[in-house]
């Protein structure tokens, strides 16, 4: 299966980065991330065979720790992926401010225009 990223290329999916991530999530809010925990939310995971959007994934993760009660994880995750957005937000602002700003002719070469 491939996964579309925000930069709309493709990779294939791994299931080690869920895996990753959610041990992370569940050290950000001291909780031990088991294998059975790891078996209990992989089998409730469920996407489809072609490409599937990153955004897609992390809803159903998101959703997942919901349906199988690990709110604290749930609410951690919530958190890093508002902040995340945030912060990707926060570059594309940055790079739209210098590319005005090398622009040869700033009144005419924004992307605004």
Known sequence: MLVTKRDKSLQE???????????KTF???N???TEDDWE??????CFTEGPVDVEEIQDQIQQTLFDCNYFKAATAFILYRAEHKRIRQLIDKSNYIKKYIDAE?????SEVD
């Open 40 to 45: 209990i939310i992989q089998d409730e995971l």
């Open 27 to 29: 050290a950000a809010v």
């Open 105 to 109: 002719n700033s009144a005419t070469g």
């Open 31 to 33: 909780d031990d991330f």
């Open 13 to 23: 999916f791994d299931w080690n980065k869920i895996k990753k991530v959610l041990a």
